[in-house]
C-alpha cells in the first residue's frame, strides 16, 4: 500500500540552527500538506503543495514539492524554542478522495 | 474560525466497557469527518471516514462492529469503542473539513483513552 516515509525520526538542535526534514512517498501525489503538532497537542496545518518544483515560504520555514511529486521537504532556518515539536508531511490517499496518508513524522527538539 | 473540539479529553475505563468520544466542528458545517488513533510517538493512522447522513467508511484493518461512528449533523460525528480492551489505549483525534474552507484538515485536540 502507499507509504510515506519521513527522514530524520527525530532531531536535536541548537536554538539558532538550520532544520531540514526530508518526506517520501511510495506514490505520486497530486498535492503535499505539511502539519506541524506540539507536545500534547493536536495537528496543525502549515501548508499544501501542488506543482511540480514549487517553492513556498512562511517567514522562517520553506516548503518544497519535488519534480517527481514524490517527495518533498521542509526547511527551518535559525530555529526557535517555539520550533519544538512533530512536523508531518501528508498526501492525499491514492485513489483519490479527500483522505490523507500521513507521513511518519519527524519529531524536532531546540535547545537553548 | 475552523474550531474542532472533542470531548472528553481524557477518559479511563474498565476494560469490557464502551466508550463513546465526541468531535464537534464549533463555527462551520463539516461535510466529512475523519478518525485517527495515534500511539506514542508515532504517525496518525486514519481509522474512518465519515459524513453526515450517510455510513462511515473503515479502513483495512480496523473493525467496524468495535468502532462504531455515528455522523448525525454536520457538526457532530461520534466514535464509540465497544467492549474496551487495553489494547484499544491511544490517542484518537478527529478532524473535519468542508469544501468552502479549503483542503486541510481541522483536527480536534484529542482524546487520550486510557483502558485498565
Known amino acids: 500500500g502507499q507509504q510515506v516515509m519521513q527522514i530524520p525520526q527525530y532531531q536535536h538542535v541548537q536554538e539558532g540552527e538550520d532544520f531540514t526534514t526530508y518526506c517520501n512517498s511510495s506514490?505520486?501525489?497530486?498535492?503535499i500538506q505539511w502539519y506541524k503538532q506540539r507536545p500534547g497537542g493536536h495537528p496543525v496545518f502549515l501548508i499544501q503543495?501542488?506543482?511540480?518544483?514549487e517553492v513556498k515560504k512562511q517567514k522562517r520555514l520553506t516548503f518544497q514539492f519535488g519534480e517527481a511529486k514524490k517527495n518533498s521537504s521542509l526547511h527551518i532556518t535559525a530555529t526557535q524554542t517555539t520550533d519544538v515539536g512533530t512536523y508531518f508531511c501528508?498526501?492525499?490517499?491514492?485513489?483519490?478522495?479527500?483522505?490523507?496518508?500521513f507521513g511518519t513524522g519527524t519529531q524536532l527538539k531546540v535547545e537553548l | 474560525g475552523a474550531v474542532v473540539s472533542q470531548h472528553p479529553s481524557r477518559v479511563i475505563c474498565k476494560s469490557g466497557t464502551s466508550v463513546k468520544i465526541e468531535c464537534r466542528s464549533l463555527?462551520?458545517?463539516?461535510?466529512?469527518m475523519f478518525w485517527y488513533r495515534q500511539f506514542p510517538k508515532q504517525s496518525l493512522m486514519l481509522m474512518a471516514t465519515s459524513n453526515e447522513g450517510s455510513k462511515a467508511t473503515y479502513e483495512q484493518g480496523v473493525e467496524k462492529d468495535k468502532f462504531l461512528i455515528n455522523h448525525a449533523s454536520l457538526t457532530l460525528s461520534t466514535l464509540t469503542v465497544t467492549s474496551a480492551h487495553p489494547e484499544d489505549s491511544s490517542f484518537y483525534i478527529c478532524s473535519a473539513r468542508t469544501p468552502g474552507l479549503g483542503i486541510e484538515q481541522y483536527f480536534g485536540p484529542g482524546t487520550r483513552l486510557t483502558v485498565t
Open positions: 501528508a498526501g492525499p490517499f491514492t485513489g483519490g478522495g479527500n483522505k490523507l496518508t
Open positions: 463555527d462551520f458545517q463539516a461535510t466529512t
Open positions: 506514490t505520486t501525489l497530486s498535492n
Open positions: 503543495l501542488v506543482k511540480s518544483g
